[in-house]
Structure formats: structure tokens, C-alpha cells
């Protein structure tokens, strides 16, 4: 019975000794994987966009329903770009050209061409106005767009006509909207890719390059309202 008893005590200890070594060794790792997801939040909030699962959303502009975002900066003067959901259609852009500057806009009109690989975007325009200056950084560099869609990949400053932003959606509730569009965005490249395209899911190459060239119309057509 003593013999029964020691190897049982033996037993346990041993077995809080294989946690402790775990816990050693899982500690570093897991203080590593919050340091990551803390300097991602960190850098989310230093550029004023908020993560709602999977995708960013910037308070204090106004979104389209073509997901381009109207900010108003003074006067009647706003920037233009396009959002996160849009940034995940056109990741791997590979040219972005823009209007020059004095061009009048009426919206609906060409904002920016955007090509991904053999792939062109027309995207189009969501105010009118005159072009008063263009992202020359971003034409140069068109990563800034899958970088930054609301700050540094910025496309276009206007002055409008006016007060004009009939068909935007602005405030709070714009989060829940954008998020269910991402959802939405993933669930079209799930039933095209047969996989989980998002929640997870892991893209082998960009959507310009694995959509079918109806898909890749369909996907244009349906979330930016483009051509």
C-alpha cells in the first residue's frame, strides 16, 4: 500500500512539474502574441481606425454605398479615398491614376482607374466638385492605398458645389454596416473559392488574380459600383 501511495505522490508531482515547465515555456509565447496584437491595436488607433473584425473602420467620415469615404476638411473642401472593404477587393493594386487637378467631377464620374495586375477598376466619383489637388505620393506609390485606405492612400481633394452628401452613411452606426459588408465581401469570395476567404481563411493569391473575369465584374459591380 506505501509503495502504491509513493507512486501515486511521484506521479503527481511529476505531472505539476510537465505544467510548470509548460507554463515557463508557454508564457514567453503567449506575452509575444499580445505584444503583437497590442502594437496592431496601437497602430490602428494611431491612425484612427478601429478594428470590427477583420476589417477597419475611421469615425468622422461619411461611406458610400460604392465604399468610398467623404471627408469634409473646411468650407466646402473634402477628401476622397475608398474604404477597408474596398482596400481587400483591390489588394495588389499595381497602378492607381487620378484626375489632374482643375478637372469638375459630377458624381458618378471617373475618381480614379485602379489596376490590379491584368485587371482595371473605373471607380467612380461620389461628389461633384473641382479637383483641387491629387495624392501624387499614391500614384507613385499605390501600396499606400492597401496600407492606409483612410489616411496616406487618400485619393483626391475637392471643393464641392455644396452640401451634397445625399447617399453617404455617417456616425456610429456606419460600424455595424461596414462590418456587414465585410461579412458579405467574404461570404462572395467563399461560394467563389470554395474556402473560407476571411474568418481564418487564407488567400493564395489576390482576388484580381483568382476571380474568374465574371466573378471579377460581379465583385466590381456589386461592391463598388464600378466598371
Not at 130 to 146: G, H, K, S, W, Y
Not at 154 to 164: A, H, I, K, S, V
Not at 198 to 206: E, F, I
Request: proline residues 5%; hydrophobic residues 45%; contains cysteine.
Amino acid at each position: 500500500m506505501e509503495s502504491v501511495m509513493v507512486f501515486v505522490v511521484g506521479l503527481g508531482i511529476r505531472f505539476l512539474l510537465l505544467i510548470l515547465l509548460f507554463a515557463i515555456f508557454a508564457a514567453p509565447i503567449g506575452a509575444a502574441i499580445l505584444a503583437v496584437q497590442g502594437v496592431t491595436e496601437l497602430r490602428a488607433r494611431a491612425k484612427g481606425t478601429v478594428d470590427i473584425g477583420g476589417v477597419f473602420w475611421k469615425p468622422g467620415v461619411s461611406y458610400t454605398a460604392a465604399h468610398s469615404w467623404v471627408k469634409k476638411i473646411w468650407g466646402r473642401t473634402v477628401k476622397v479615398g475608398l474604404d477597408d472593404v474596398a482596400r481587400r477587393i483591390l489588394t495588389g493594386a499595381s497602378r492607381i491614376d487620378l484626375p489632374p487637378v482643375g478637372s469638375y467631377l459630377r458624381r458618378g464620374d471617373l475618381l480614379a482607374s485602379v489596376r490590379c495586375g491584368e485587371r482595371r477598376v473605373a471607380i467612380p466619383c461620389p461628389v461633384d466638385g473641382v479637383v483641387l489637388a491629387r495624392n501624387v505620393a499614391l500614384i507613385e506609390q499605390p501600396a499606400l492605398f492597401e496600407r492606409e485606405p483612410y489616411g496616406a492612400g487618400w485619393m483626391l481633394r475637392l471643393e464641392t458645389d455644396g452640401p451634397q452628401e445625399p447617399d453617404t452613411r455617417r456616425g456610429p452606426e456606419t460600424k455595424g454596416w461596414l462590418r456587414d459588408e465585410n461579412a458579405r465581401l467574404s461570404r462572395f469570395l467563399e461560394t467563389r473559392f470554395g474556402m473560407a476567404a476571411a474568418d481564418g481563411g487564407t488567400l493564395t493569391g489576390t482576388p484580381a488574380t483568382l476571380l474568374t473575369s465574371d466573378a471579377w465584374r460581379e465583385a466590381v459591380e456589386q461592391f463598388l459600383r464600378a466598371a
